[in-house]
């Protein structure tokens, strides 16, 4: 053998190596595809943007990211079902959105079941958030990043600060346990997710409707109401809005790339209240410099309605719901 030879073997086999190291690298890179029913200017569109921004930096292209506002890819109502058959692989989820097919969930869209954004943040290391996590989990989602916002009342021809003021109103109330409370307290239900209000209140088929802060803003329903209920101070709605990934699309990312999504979502949370807790106040102000009369419910008010969604609510949950007594006790512990 020349002694050429043994040079040009040796070199054929980096070059191959080279060429395997760059196969199995380009294999790796995956683009995954988040999907949510809110507009590109909302508050939470950034978030997610932020959270595929950091885990595409941290795992150096490995997982990309394509992101779709406004449901755009799914309807709001379809997403858990594409994220728990693997054909959406994350999405900013109203947890409660899923409670047709995992009833639990209503918990987290309950009256009065909490009192502050701080409150619900603090689920992830309490019984009533592992509770939750594990729920979705065996149902085909994990939650990396929690986020809970505060919502407030808005209404045409008559301000709804106190139950019996939803009496014959046209009301979207999102979530069935708040549909069931107000349908008691004399209201008619119309369900739709929060995309849908606007239409909806110009073409008079809803009178008020309950929804986030941030949705109040991003949708500009100033322009279709007349008064605003504010959770300034306190507020009767909470919903759980988390950054979820499918459990399919979670199981096939290797373990360093689950521990940087898991890492990213965490990291984010302290932003996450932030940017809820601002929604407070900002809705507010935009209200009111859209000349739309505003009210921050007070305590007391507040406590007439958790006394209504004891009643109602609260009842029909745990008689309706497995475990649905438990759940409700965890979260008030």
Same mark, same amino acid.
């Given at each position: 053998?020349?002694?050429?030879?043994?040079?040009?073997?040796?070199?054929?086999?980096?070059?191959?190596?080279?060429?395997?190291?760059?196969?199995?690298?380009?294999?790796?890179?995956?683009?995954?595809?988040?999907?949510?029913?809110?507009?590109?200017?909302?508050?939470?569109?950034?978030?997610?943007?932020?959270?595929?921004?950091?885990?595409?930096?941290?795992?150096?292209?490995?997982?990309?990211?394509?992101?779709?506002?406004?449901?755009?890819?799914?309807?709001?109502? $379809?997403?858990?079902?594409?994220?728990?058959?693997?054909?959406?692989?994350?999405?900013?989820?109203? &947890?409660?959105?899923?409670?047709?097919?995992?009833?639990?969930?209503?918990?987290?869209?309950?009256?009065?079941?909490?009192?502050?954004?701080?409150?619900?943040?603090?689920?992830?290391?309490?019984?009533?958030?592992?509770?939750?996590?594990?729920?979705?989990?065996?149902?085909?989602?994990?939650?990396?990043?929690?986020?809970?916002?505060?919502?407030?009342?808005?209404?045409?021809?008559?301000?709804?600060?106190?139950?019996?003021?939803?009496?014959?109103?046209?009301?979207?109330?999102?979530?069935?346990?708040?549909?069931?409370?107000?349908?008691?307290?004399?209201?008619?239900?119309?369900?739709?997710?929060?995309?849908?209000?606007?239409?909806?209140?110009?073409?008079?088929?809803?009178?008020?409707?309950?929804?986030?802060?941030?949705?109040?803003?991003?949708?500009?329903?100033?322009?279709?109401?007349?008064?605003?209920?504010?959770?300034?101070?306190?507020?009767?709605?909470?919903? $759980?809005?988390?950054?979820?990934?499918?459990?399919?699309?979670?199981?096939? &990312?290797?373990?360093?790339?689950?521990?940087?999504?898991?890492?990213?979502?965490?990291?984010?949370?302290?932003?996450?209240?932030?940017?809820?807790?601002?929604?407070?106040?900002?809705?507010?102000?935009?209200?009111?410099?859209?000349?739309?009369?505003?009210? $921050?419910?007070?305590?007391?008010?507040?406590?007439?309605?958790?006394?209504?969604?004891?009643?109602?609510?609260?009842?029909?949950? $745990?008689?309706?719901?497995?475990?649905?007594?438990?759940?409700?006790?965890?979260?008030?512990?």
């Amino acid at each position: 053998m020349s002694p050429s030879r043994p040079r040009l073997l040796v070199s054929c086999t980096v070059v191959l190596a080279l060429l395997f190291g760059a196969l199995m690298t380009s294999a790796a890179a995956r683009e995954l595809r988040i999907s949510h029913q809110f507009a590109e200017g909302d508050a939470r569109h950034a978030l997610a943007a932020e959270f595929a921004k950091a885990v595409e930096e941290k795992t150096k292209g490995d997982l990309t990211f394509k992101i779709f506002p406004s449901q755009a890819l799914f309807k709001s109502a $379809a997403q858990y079902d594409a994220l728990s058959k693997g054909a959406l692989d994350l999405s900013v989820f109203p &947890l409660a959105y899923a409670s047709g097919k995992i009833p639990e969930l209503d918990v987290t869209l309950m009256p009065c079941i909490i009192t502050s954004v701080e409150e619900g943040m603090a689920w992830r290391n309490k019984e009533i958030g592992k509770r939750v996590e594990k729920i979705c989990e065996d149902r085909g989602m994990k939650i990396l990043t929690w986020l809970w916002y505060a919502g407030g009342i808005g209404s045409r021809g008559k301000a709804v600060i106190l139950p019996e003021d939803a009496t014959q109103l046209k009301f979207r109330a999102a979530g069935k346990m708040f549909e069931f409370m107000l349908n008691k307290s004399g209201a008619s239900i119309t369900s739709m997710p929060s995309s849908e209000i606007y239409m909806a209140l110009q073409t008079k088929v809803l009178d008020a409707c309950l929804t986030s802060a941030e949705s109040f803003v991003s949708y500009r329903l100033y322009e279709q109401l007349e008064y605003l209920n504010t959770p300034d101070q306190y507020s009767i709605w909470y919903m $759980a809005e988390p950054i979820v990934i499918g459990m399919k699309t979670w199981e096939a &990312l290797t373990p360093a790339q689950q521990a940087t999504v898991a890492e990213v979502g965490l990291s984010l949370e302290k932003k996450a209240a932030q940017i809820s807790v601002e929604a407070n106040a900002v809705v507010s102000k935009v209200f009111q410099d859209n000349g739309v009369k505003t009210h $921050a419910m007070t305590l007391e008010e507040w406590k007439i309605w958790e006394k209504l969604a004891k009643e109602t609510a609260w009842k029909e949950f $745990a008689a309706k719901v497995p475990a649905g007594q438990e759940l409700l006790d965890l979260a008030k512990q």
